[in-house]
């Protein structure tokens, strides 16, 4: 755990400086597998976030001169520097959000490999020569880097979701303003330590913790702020993208999700149970592409469901620290509550409770536990079925046909990740374009990739995160009307 608190800082990082926040004022950081405070980290507001946009603007001019390969080459060294580091940021990963340190080894190597993927991107930025309708003349375009970036991340992913981000920004020649959770700041502060020990210009990588609401209204409202990134509830990013409104500037949402798992009739069985625990429990349910909705076939239903609790009732709950375990602790209370109230509401309108059902050890000193939990017999009209789960539940629903469960599938507002097993050709590529979904994985329960683009649709957001487009989130197109070429 040494290693680990050389990333920790209790500081935010404006500018290349750590200080504290202008009120002196903090919030205290705990562990949710214990309850037992960690850390704090500076409560910063409005004041300091106005200081950190213009020290990002005075960077970004600077640093929008560099050269694609100088910005590849900054992006391969702080990959090397995290993966010199994964054991250290895994540990404190672990520490502030919970999850398995075999998980949080996981989230950090992404993580790099997204910086990698930006890297080899940065180089084939390339414009557009267009044949013009007129003599004497050439029509070019031109990208260039946005501007000053906002990047506001949460705490599921609390590593990853920055390298989608700051990975990109970089690679176009953009300097960065990330704004962490307040549950989980250490791994996004732990970024500051990264750029200053690779040597980053100030003012490109900013780190700034504290008012989630105060610091967001100056982020919207700023001019100087050309592009929100955004990953977290619908809830804030609705709130966000009309704030951000007044200035218009670019926007990419990943919002929530209520991803649907179909098993049909003609898949395999044990693949498709393997795949639906993974798509189940990672990080303990609380991810936006986890399933929230599984639809199995009626002809195999009593099966599946026999095998996929027998699976779940394998899965064993600890601290993250604990080399056995799979599922840590859910992050808070609120969290606990929440599933709770799941459970009850399916229990009151005929679920039946196969395994689990309710908090594990749970107390604030024992930490947010929650069993996980198996419910057959689910029916549309239970709370799950509508709001976004985020905890280790996993409702059973049965359906007769293929029409069927397409209808049901697509009854949501959301449209992040869907899933579904079958063996038969027709049906995969029928079912995938029927899909309202950004992702799908057809027999595949792990769709994160650094080369595809990862996002959503409907409330669950807009733009993409990595993959090819991942990059023309941070760029604008400039085009170049070029004239008197007569001789
Ligand atoms: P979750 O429900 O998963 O915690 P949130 O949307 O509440 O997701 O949080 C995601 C990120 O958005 C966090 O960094 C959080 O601090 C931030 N956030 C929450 N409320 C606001 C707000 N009003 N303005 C700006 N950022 C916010």
Redesign the pocket.
């Known amino acids: 755990m040494a290693a680990s608190q050389y990333f920790k800082r209790e500081a935010i990082f404006l500018n290349g400086s750590w200080r504290q926040a202008n009120s002196n004022k903090s919030i205290d950081v705990f562990n949710p597998a214990n309850g037992q405070k960690i850390g704090y980290v500076p409560n910063a507001g409005e004041e300091e976030t106005r200081e950190v946009v213009k020290a990002a603007k005075l960077a970004f001019e600077d640093f929008r001169k560099t050269t694609a390969l100088e910005r590849a080459n900054i992006l391969r060294k702080l990959h090397d520097e995290i993966m010199q580091n994964q054991e250290a940021l895994a540990e404190l990963l672990t520490l502030e959000q919970g999850k398995p340190l075999a998980e949080a080894r996981a989230e950090i190597s992404i993580a790099a490999s997204y910086l990698l993927w930006f890297a080899e991107e940065a180089r084939r930025v390339f414009g557009d020569l267009i044949p013009s309708p007129h003599s004497g003349q050439k029509l070019m375009v031109s990208k260039q880097p946005i501007g000053v970036v906002a990047a ?5 992913f609390p590593f990853s979701m920055i390298a989608r981000k700051v990975g990109p920004a970089i690679a176009a020649g953009c300097s960065v303003i990330v ?5 989980t700041p250490f791994s996004g502060l732990a970024w500051g330590v990264i750029a200053e020990d690779i040597g980053l210009p100030n003012g490109v990588i900013n780190i700034i913790t504290g008012e ?6 100056v ?2 409202r700023h001019l100087d702020v050309r592009k929100l990134t ?8 609705k ?2 993208l009309e ?1 951000s409104a007044s200035t218009v500037k670019k926007i990419s949402m990943e ?2 999700g209520n991803a649907p798992f179909i098993v049909f009739e003609d898949a395999d069985l044990d693949k498709a149970v393997e795949g639906a625990i993974a798509a189940k429990y990672r990080n303990s349910g609380q991810t936006c592409i986890c399933t929230n909705r599984f639809y199995v076939h009626a002809s195999i239903y009593d099966d599946f469901v026999e095998n996929f609790t027998k699976e779940t009732k394998k899965l064993k709950v600890g601290n993250g620290f604990d080399l056995d375990i799979t599922q840590g602790p859910l ?1 808070n209370e609120v969290a606990i509550e929440k599933a709770k109230r799941f459970v009850e509401d399916a229990k009151q309108k005929g679920g039946v409770i196969l395994t689990g059902g309710k908090p594990y050890l749970h107390s604030l000193e024992t930490g947010y536990f929650f069993e996980p939990t198996v419910i057959a017999n689910a029916t549309k009209d239970m709370l799950f079925s509508k709001e976004e789960i ?1 905890a280790p539940i996993a409702p059973i629903y049965k359906f007769e046909s293929e029409a069927e469960v397409i209808a049901l599938a697509n009854d949501t507002d959301y449209g992040l990740a869907a899933y579904f097993y079958t063996q038969n050709l027709g049906r995969s590529f029928r079912v995938s374009d029927a899909l309202d979904y950004g992702m799908i994985g057809v027999n595949a329960a792990m769709l994160t990739k650094v080369e595809a683009p990862f996002g959503g649709v409907k409330a669950s957001g807009l733009g993409k995160e990595g993959g090819s487009q991942g990059i023309d989130e941070y760029l604008e197109s400039k085009y170049i009307c070029l004239g008197g070429l007569e001789a």
Request: positive net charge; charged residues 15%.
């Open positions: 506001i991340t949460p705490w599921n704004k962490p959770s307040e549950l989630a609401e105060a610091i967001g209204h982020l919207t955004f990953t977290g509830s619908t809830r804030v990013g709130q966000l704030k919002l929530g992050i985020f």
